[in-house]
């Protein structure tokens, strides 16, 4: 079984990265024209002495075919000189008016600059950057990070723009648009979803699974004009969050919650979007830019072959069998499909009550009068015992089996909101915010976390009072990009804990099920009518690949989610060495941005001219 993840370090990636933040501050009366004159001119032959020695790039497919981050000066400058000659960059125009300070807490401060540049190798693209410049302690103004993106294709469609097939005046209805905007390649399909002609369909791209990311791809592709389908097994786009349990919302504010093309939810949704109007928002996208999805279907497997570079997908349509050949496949099932995580103790067939994992977790209304409990304090058991209390339960403990981050909801809106607003354009929020080395993100979301948690200390002694193992502030990036989970977003569960009012185990481990209970490592027992974990699902695709493709397959596809040593995703977004394969996964704002690099690649491979990935540097 390939299952289980390669022997990558436990411990976090982003702690070990060289980089620090800026140092010196910058001056207030800084003479911002004078400094980017500096660079004018000569950013595609940049040099060591540019750069501050911990200096940082990052390259998101614009000259190195993947996603790669180089650190330090002498690096840097090596890499950027190789890739820009390699790529036959040119025509780069450093924008002086879209340059601004930033300052952060502790005197944090840097200049960052917006410029354009384009390549001549194929495939031809358009690319844009940042310069991040800071004040070096030898009193010259030097790089601290560079990034560059890929923006689009040349003469290929913008991957941003989508025309909608039906206008906000209109009304959307289920019967709309019945088969997508692009068919199956000359087959034809009744209202039912029946196939009418014998033989395979043929698309260019097929997406497994119709949550944000699945729907994002598809909308990219269809920018592009790639002839796509996305499967859902769901009844309808947006089920991935409607079905799940009633009191589920975001905790992140609703600008980050878009889809791409437009503003999915404006200013009349409320700030944390219920799962109702996630999926409500989703379905009338889909239906609003005729996103060519089919509902009830489910990948059964799938077979590569290697000659013909073509995968032939089984499926199940509404109950009948079908086949798709297809040159590309994107898995966009979530880091585990929805696989649980969960614990196993001794004697469970003893535990007269009810156990369930949170995935089947849909309301805690029928538990009044009952004791609950929960393990796990991440995100989804703090809803979950909410729930509990809400409902009347007659106690309800929550099992902290390790130290968990919280950060209240306020101060991550506030963060989150210095670049997702009602004014700040959405695609140049998430250029702005994803370009930024993960390094580099990690440090300054930890600076402002930090601070604004040393503001209210009595918050915090107040869970540790209660017996909750809290760490204040901290890395909001390495539960996001490392772990995948593991924190808490504080919607008002924390007072609860707080007040007393929803209890916490944890000062032992669970051990075996009694008939009333569970018993802990230290001979105390809790007692439990129900359990609910909320203990997270499977993180490695690795092991889907195979149960759908077959082991080969999955012995040349990547490992999913957490950090290589440079700091970048495993897997995600970018080719692997199993060709047309490819994952697409994470929260609402990687679903939106990352999709279009996705799309931008397939693209260029559809066309003869795919990428080249760059491992190496010498």
Not at 6 to 33: A, Q, W, Y
Not at 381 to 406: I, K, L, W
Request: net charge negative; glycine share 8%.
């Amino acid at each position: 079984m390939l299952g289980l993840r390669k022997d990558h370090s436990s411990l976090s990636v982003l702690t070990r990265l060289p980089i620090s933040l800026p140092k010196l501050p910058v001056e207030e009366n800084v003479n911002v024209e004078s400094v980017l004159a500096l660079f004018k001119g000569r950013l595609g032959s940049l040099n060591q002495n540019d750069f501050v020695q911990d200096g940082v790039w990052r390259d998101a497919f614009a000259l190195t075919g993947t996603l790669r981050t180089f650190y330090s000066a002498s690096t840097v400058a090596r890499a950027w000189e190789i890739n820009c000659k390699r790529s036959k960059a040119g025509h780069f125009n450093l924008e002086s008016e879209s340059a601004q300070v930033i300052r952060m807490p502790n005197d944090c401060s840097f200049i960052s600059a917006y410029f354009t540049f384009e390549t001549a190798s194929e495939p031809r693209s358009i690319c844009c950057g940042y310069l991040d410049i800071v004040a070096a302690e030898d009193g010259q103004w030097k790089i601290w990070v560079l990034r560059s993106v890929l923006e689009q294709l040349k003469n290929c469609g913008d991957v941003d723009k989508l025309e909608p097939k039906i206008s906000d005046s209109q009304e959307v209805s289920m019967n709309t648009v019945k088969n997508g905007v692009n068919g199956a390649n000359g087959h034809t399909t009744q209202p039912d979803g029946a196939h009418t002609d014998p033989g395979p369909y043929n698309f260019d791209c097929v997406v497994i699974g119709g949550g944000p990311c699945g729907l994002s791809t598809g909308g990219r592709l269809q920018s592009l004009g790639v002839n796509y389908v996305v499967l859902d097994r769901n009844n309808q786009e947006g089920d991935n969050w409607k079905n799940r349990y009633s009191s589920a919302r975001l905790h992140t504010p609703r600008n980050y919650a878009h889809l791409p093309f437009e503003r999915t939810f404006p200013p009349e949704f409320q700030q944390y979007l219920t799962k109702d109007e996630l999926a409500m928002g989703y379905h009338a996208w889909v239906k609003k830019f005729g996103i060519n999805t089919w509902t009830s279907t489910e990948l059964q497997s799938g077979t590569w072959d290697d000659l013909q570079k073509l995968w032939t997908l089984s499926i199940t349509r509404h109950g009948k069998e079908e086949v798709i050949i297809t040159p590309h496949v994107v898995l966009s099932v979530g880091c585990g499909a929805q696989i649980p995580s969960m614990p196993s103790y001794l004697d469970e067939e003893k535990f007269r009550g009810k156990i369930l994992h949170s995935v089947d977790y849909e309301s805690a209304s029928a538990w009044k009068g009952l004791d609950g409990v929960v393990v796990g304090t991440a995100n989804t058991a703090h809803d979950v015992a909410a729930d509990m209390f809400d409902a009347g339960t007659r106690q309800v403990t929550m099992v902290q089996r390790n130290e968990t981050s919280v950060f209240p909801v306020e101060n991550n809106t506030k963060v989150m909101e210095m670049t997702y607003n009602n004014d700040m354009p959405t695609e140049v929020a998430d250029r702005l915010y994803f370009s930024l080395p993960n390094g580099v993100a990690s440090l300054l979301s930890m600076q402002m976390h930090d601070d604004m948690a040393r503001a209210e200390p009595d918050r915090f002694d107040a869970l540790e009072k209660a017996g909750f193992k809290v760490k204040r502030g901290g890395d909001v990036f390495h539960h996001l990009i490392e772990r995948a989970g593991g924190h808490y977003v504080d919607v008002g569960c924390s007072k609860l804990i707080s007040d007393g009012k929803i209890k916490v185990k944890s000062n032992a481990k669970p051990v075996r099920y009694v008939e009333d209970g569970l018993l802990f490592d230290d001979g105390s027992l809790l007692k439990a009518d129900v359990i609910v974990f909320a203990t997270g699902f499977q993180s490695n695709l690795r092991m889907i690949v195979e149960n759908l493709f077959g082991p080969e397959v999955a012995s040349k596809s990547e490992d999913y989610w957490g950090l290589d040593p440079e700091g970048e995703v495993f897997g995600a977004f970018k080719p692997q060495n199993q060709p047309g394969l490819w994952y697409m996964g994470g929260n609402l704002g990687h679903a939106r941005y990352w999709s279009r690099h996705v799309a931008l690649q397939i693209k260029a491979d559809l066309l003869g001219t795919p990428f080249k990935v760059i491992q190496a540097i010498t």
